[in-house]
T-cell receptor, first 115, second 110 residues
Framework: DAGVTQSPTHLIKTRGQQVTLRCSPK?????VSWYQQALGQGPQFIFQ???????QRGNFPDRFSGHQFPNYSSELNVNALLLGDSALYLCASSFGTGGSNQPQHFGDGTRLSIL | AQRVTQPEKLLSVFKGAPVELKCNYS??????LFWYVQYSRQRLQLLLRHISRESIKGFTADLNKGETSFHLKKPFAQEEDSAMYYC????????????FGQGTRLTINP
């Protein structure tokens, strides 16, 4: 089991563009969370998907949107990119039944650079 | 407001010396506390969680609700403990949003 896989590894975009990042959860996991990690900071929660619905959202603007597919994989979309969106984007998966709190497993992340 | 504070960005100790990485939190309710670790060129991984009450790689952490702290300790540091350590919290049940601290870079000197 490769665990959580993210693609691409690195991405360079310019201001105003749009980007899509992808995540495949660890086998057996059905919940996907996305985090943004700026340089020198801890990861910051963006949103979480369970049963193809956004279950919880952090303090991020609507430019950040996501999707979860029937196979539990997920996408993070960011529109109208700003220089401040440059960061490492982490995907984490877990098995969530709504009532339990299972540990999250993280991917290697996608390094997004905005020029 | 939910907040995790790790007051030390950098911590350097000698091999064999005791290690303590500090973590304080603010949370209305009863959170679950975690320590995550990121070794060089590896992904972020769970080290331990307070509800498990276990020792991983010689590390322990006790939740002190009175002081709202969850400090990570190890009596004798080893060179392979050098890594980035993040303290995090979440609700005990339901949604599993993790709130992270800024992290502490631990360096073990030979």
């Amino acid at each position: 089991d490769a665990g959580v896989t993210q693609s691409p590894t690195h991405l360079i975009k310019t201001r105003g563009q749009q980007v899509t990042l992808r995540c495949s959860p660890k086998s057996g996991h059905d919940t996907v969370s996305w985090y943004q990690q700026a340089l020198g900071q801890g990861p910051q929660f963006i949103f979480q998907y369970y049963e193809e619905e956004e279950r919880q959202r952090g303090n991020f603007p609507d430019r950040f949107s996501g999707h979860q597919f029937p196979n539990y994989s997920s996408e993070l979309n960011v529109n109208a990119l700003l220089l401040g969106d440059s960061a490492l984007y982490l995907c984490a998966s877990s098995f969530g039944t709504g009532g339990s709190n299972q540990p999250q497993h993280f991917g290697d992340g996608t390094r997004l650079s905005i020029l | 407001a939910q907040r995790v504070t790790q007051p030390e960005k950098l911590l350097s100790v000698f091999k064999g010396a005791p290690v303590e990485l500090k973590c304080n939190y603010s949370y209305s309710g009863s959170p679950e506390l975690f320590w995550y670790v990121q070794y060089s060129r590896q992904r972020l991984q769970l080290l331990l969680r307070h509800i498990s009450r276990e020792s991983i790689k010689g590390f322990t952490a006790d939740l002190n609700k009175g002081e709202t702290s969850f400090h990570l300790k190890k009596p004798f540091a080893q060179e392979e403990d050098s890594a980035m350590y993040y303290c995090a919290l979440s609700r005990i049940q339901g949604a599993q949003k993790l709130v992270f601290g800024q992290g502490t870079r631990l360096t073990i000197n030979p």
